[in-house]
């Protein structure tokens, strides 16, 4: 199993990006996919997350401005971030949760300046 992230980059307060963490190596839908998140200095923390099913959780400081959703033909899952705060900050990993098994990717990093 192994998980692509991307999307990365820099930009200014109040704009958008959008990551994509696409798995090889499964077959069908991981059980649970989530996006973390590990500003400089701080323990890694959960963004946003989506089950096989389709039910989405969002930390609260980002519920309003960030999406989470998948394209299950791709084996993708995508975080669009709106409206970014340098609290954004961080470098950003997926997780799925397959065959009750955890994997991580790599990491992408967003740099939001104010």
């Known amino acids: 199993v192994q998980l692509q992230a991307s999307g990365g980059g820099s930009v200014q307060a109040g704009g958008s990006l959008r990551l994509s963490c696409a798995a090889s190596?499964?077959?069908?839908?991981?059980?649970?996919t989530g996006w973390y998140r590990q500003a400089p200095g701080k323990q890694r923390e959960l963004v946003a997350e989506?089950?096989?099913?389709?039910?989405?959780n969002y930390a609260d400081a980002v519920k309003g401005r960030f999406t989470i959703s998948r394209d299950i033909a791709k084996k993708t899952v995508l975080l669009q971030m709106n409206s970014l705060k340098p609290e954004d900050n961080g470098a950003y990993y997926c997780?799925?949760?397959?065959?009750?098994?955890?994997?991580w990717g790599q990491g992408t990093q967003v740099t939001v300046s104010s």
């Open positions: 190596g499964i077959i069908g839908s991981p059980d649970r």
């Open positions: 997780n799925i949760i397959y065959l009750s098994r955890g994997y």
């Open positions: 989506i089950t096989r099913i389709g039910t989405t």
